[in-house]
């Protein structure tokens, strides 16, 4: 069994920060590449960042210059500095992760539950 759990979401006024993380846990014998998807009301899931095992990281245009993925490879955690929030970034925010369980098993996609996040006045 593998399972990601997020965390940090919460209510913020625009302009402030907020940092979510997402752990993996479970049988792993490596991790690609994780990111982070958002999903607001009514609309479709979209790509917000990703990063792969080496650090190289691809951001959502919408968020460029305001959010920074991270991960710790020996916690096997990623992380989501987000800053000057605005309201269209209220969403579900869920991380995913592509695991190999074994040496000769296949990469498989796994998503955390989500973590909502709302930024309002």
């Known amino acids: 069994q593998v399972q990601l759990v997020e965390s940090g979401g919460g209510l913020v006024q625009p302009g402030w920060s907020l940092r979510l993380s997402c752990a993996a846990s479970g049988t792993i014998f490596s991790i690609n590449a994780m990111g982070w998807y958002r999903q607001a009301p009514g609309k479709q899931r979209e790509l917000v960042a990703t990063?792969?095992?080496?650090?190289?990281?691809n951001y959502a245009d919408s968020v460029k210059g305001r959010f920074t993925i991270s991960r710790d490879n020996a916690k096997n955690t990623v992380y989501l500095e987000m800053n000057s929030l605005k309201p269209e970034d209220t969403a579900v925010y869920y991380c995913n992760a592509g695991i190999r369980r074994s040496y000769s098993g296949y990469t498989g996609s796994y998503w955390g539950q989500g973590t909502q996040v709302t930024v309002s006045s």
């Open positions: 990063i792969t095992s080496g650090g190289v990281t």
